[in-house]
């Protein structure tokens, strides 16, 4: 699994949509990817700051805005 693969899945991962052999290869990828992992807790620190609401229900506004803040900080990321 690639970032931008992980970053399409966060959502369905938080509702407990993925599949057994996605949400495997999703968990590998937290394992050996800090950013992504630090990518998560800010979206799980998000959700629970809007209280605790399903990320379903985050409003396509605020997950756009959260790809595209994720986006660009990779964007400046050393490779
Ligand atoms: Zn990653």
């Known amino acids: ?30 394992a050996e990817c800090d950013g992504c992992d630090r990518y998560l807790d800010q ?11 399903p990320a379903e229900r985050l409003g396509p506004d605020v997950r756009d805005e959260l790809l595209s803040a994720f986006r660009n900080w ?3 990321r050393p490779v």
Not at 4 to 26: C, I, M, Q
């Open 1 to 30: 699994m690639n970032c931008n693969e992980f970053v399409e899945l966060v959502t369905a991962y938080l509702e407990g949509a993925l599949d057994a052999e996605t949400e495997r290869r999703f968990v590998g990828h937290i």
């Open 43 to 53: 979206i799980r620190t998000t959700v629970s700051a809007l209280g605790d609401l």
């Open 74 to 76: 990779k964007a400046k």
